[in-house]
C-alpha cells in the first residue's frame, strides 16, 4: 500500500492559494572550479544521489471523492530534466539580477502533478561564480525523514563522496479502484478519518487550520500564551503572487563579539539586529514610531546540543523550538533593544512557554534547509493575527562545502509567506558568515532592498557600543 500524506502534509496541499504558494526555497552561491560546472555535471551528481532522498522520485495522488488523504506514488515518468533546470543572467551578472531572479522563481507555484520540487542552475554569474536555487514543497519536509536536495549534494571537500549505486524502478501506480478500496480498508480501521477526510474535501479552511495545529502537537499550546493579538504594522497587508528578494551578509565573529559583551546568545544579537533595521524601515517610511511599539516575530529557532555553531557538518542538533518576541522597534538605543530581546527569550525559556518541536525533526548532517522549513511549517500552524512576521534562525556548518568540486561561498534561505504578511526573514550561519534571506511580496514590500541594508547597518551599530 502506498505511503499516505500525514493530516498535516496533505493540510499544505490543501492551503495552498496563488498567493501562497506552500514551498520552501534556499539560494547557494558556488565558485565555479578550474576544473568548471556545468549543467551535465550537476545534473550528474544529483542523479548520483537521488537514492538518498527517495521521495524527490514520487508524485501526490488523490483518492477520488477525497475519502482518504492522498498518497505517495512512484513517478514511471519522472524526467529529472525537468526538475533540474538552467538559466543564466545577462551580462554584467550582478547579484542584482539574480536577486530579481529568484524572485520571480519563487513566486511560481510547483506542478502538484509531478515531484514537488525544482532546482536551478544559474549561469552567468560575475566573478566567475554560479547560483542553485532550490523549491521544496511544505509537503516533502515530513519532519522525520525528510532532507532537502540541496543539502544532500553538498561535500565536505572538494572530491565527492561516493554513494552506493541506484538501480530505482517505480512502483506501479495504484488505480482509481485499488485508491478507493485502501481508503475503505483504512476508514474500518480508523472511522474517525472519515469525517475528517469529508470537511477535508469540503475545503473547510478553518478545520484546516486547525488541524495543521493538531499535527503539530505541543505548538498549539502556545496559543494560550498570546492573549493579544499582534500590533498593527505596514508588514501585514493583502500579498499578490509575487515575490521581491533581498539578501544581507554579516560576519559571525561580530555577533559572537556581541554575545560575549552583552551575555546574551548569537541568537538573541540576530533578533536585535533584526529588530534594529526594522525600526529604521518604519522611520525611512514616516511610520509613527514611539517608544511602546513593537513587531511580534515568530521566531522558530533550531536548539544545538554543543555550544555555539562551530560544530562540523554531521554533527548538527535535531531540535526546533519557536517563540512569540515582541520586537523592540520603538527603541532607540540598540544596547536596550538588545537586553529586552534577551530578556523576552529567557522569559520564553523559564516560563515554559516556548513551544518545543523536536518531535517534528530527527534529522542528522547537514539540516539547515530542512529546519527552515520545518520553521516556516510552524508558523503556518499560527493564527496570522498572532504575529507579524516569520524570523527563522538556522546554524550550519562552519566548514566550507561543496558541490561536485565547487565551493559554496553563500547560503540564503527562502522562507515562504503567510497569508496577510508581506516579509519572512531566513537567517543561517555558515563557514563564517551569518547569511539572511529576505522574502517579500513584490507590491506590499518594494523596497525589501532598502531594509536589507538596514540589517547590516544595525549590526555595525551594536558593534559600535563595544569598546575596543
Avoid at 272 to 296: D, K, M, P, Q, Y
Wanted: charged share 20%; glycine share 8%.
Amino acid at each position: 500500500m502506498p505511503d499516505r500524506l500525514s493530516a498535516l502534509d496533505a493540510s499544505f496541499l490543501y492551503l495552498e492559494d496563488p498567493t501562497t504558494p506552500m514551498h520552501v526555497g534556499g539560494v547557494a552561491v558556488l565558485r565555479r572550479p578550474r576544473s568548471g560546472f556545468d549543467y551535465d555535471r550537476l545534473v550528474s551528481l544529483i542523479e548520483q544521489r537521488l537514492a538518498l532522498v527517495p521521495r524527490y522520485r514520487q508524485k501526490v495522488v488523490h483518492v477520488p471523492g477525497r475519502l482518504a488523504r492522498p498518497v505517495w506514488v512512484d513517478d514511471a515518468d519522472f524526467d529529472i530534466s525537468y526538475h533540474v533546470r538552467r538559466s543564466a543572467l545577462p551580462r554584467p551578472g550582478t547579484e542584482a539580477q539574480l536577486r530579481d531572479l529568484v524572485g520571480r522563481l519563487m513566486s511560481r507555484p510547483l506542478d502538484q502533478s509531478r515531484p514537488l520540487w525544482e532546482l536551478y542552475l544559474v549561469e552567468g554569474l560575475a566573478r566567475s561564480r554560479v547560483a542553485v536555487v532550490t523549491k521544496t514543497h511544505h509537503a516533502l519536509v515530513d519532519g522525520v525523514g525528510a532532507i532537502d536536495i540541496g543539502q544532500v549534494i553538498l561535500d565536505v571537500s572538494p572530491t565527492s563522496r561516493t554513494v552506493g549505486e541506484d538501480l530505482w524502478m517505480p512502483r506501479p501506480e495504484p488505480g482509481p479502484v485499488q485508491l478507493v478500496l485502501d481508503a475503505v480498508a483504512e476508514a474500518v480501521q480508523q472511522p474517525g478519518e472519515v469525517w475528517e477526510n469529508a470537511r477535508a474535501a469540503a475545503m473547510d479552511v478553518t478545520a484546516t487550520v486547525h488541524k495543521v495545529a493538531g499535527a503539530l502537537g505541543g505548538i498549539a499550546s502556545a496559543l494560550s500564551a498570546a492573549a493579544r493579538p499582534a500590533p498593527g504594522s505596514p508588514l501585514n497587508v493583502p500579498i499578490s503572487p509575487q515575490r521581491r528578494y533581498a539578501v544581507a551578509r554579516t560576519k559571525l565573529d561580530d555577533y559572537r563579539t556581541l554575545r560575549r559583551a552583552h551575555r546574551c546568545t548569537v541568537n538573541d544579537v540576530v533578533l536585535a539586529v533584526v529588530a534594529g533595521a526594522l525600526r529604521s524601515w518604519l522611520l525611512s517610511r514616516g511610520e509613527a514610531v514611539t517608544s511602546s511599539t513593537t513587531i511580534r516575530a515568530l521566531v522558530p529557532v533550531s536548539v544545538r546540543d554543543a555550544e555555539d555553531e562551530g560544530r562540523p557538518a554531521g554533527s548538527v542538533g535535531n531540535k526546533v523550538s519557536a517563540h512569540l518576541v515582541d520586537l523592540p522597534v520603538g527603541e532607540p538605543n540598540p544596547v536596550v533593544r538588545l537586553h529586552h530581546v534577551r530578556h523576552a527569550m529567557s522569559a520564553h525559556k523559564e516560563s515554559g512557554q516556548a513551544v518545543a518541536a523536536n518531535a517534528l525533526v530527527r534529522l542528522s548532517g547537514f539540516t539547515p534547509p530542512t529546519l527552515h522549513a520545518l520553521g516556516a511549517r510552524a508558523a503556518s500552524s499560527f493564527s496570522r493575527r498572532l504575529f507579524n512576521l516569520v524570523v527563522t534562525n538556522v546554524p550550519g556548518p562552519q566548514v566550507p562545502l561543496y558541490a561536485a568540486g565547487a565551493r559554496m561561498v553563500g547560503m540564503f534561505p527562502v522562507v515562504p509567506l503567510a497569508k496577510g504578511q508581506a516579509l519572512s526573514v531566513g537567517v543561517t550561519s555558515y563557514d563564517g558568515g551569518v547569511y539572511f534571506g529576505l522574502n517579500a511580496d513584490r507590491d506590499g514590500m518594494s523596497d525589501v532592498d532598502v531594509l536589507a541594508a538596514m540589517v547590516e547597518e544595525s549590526l555595525e551599530e551594536l558593534m559600535g557600543t563595544v569598546s575596543g
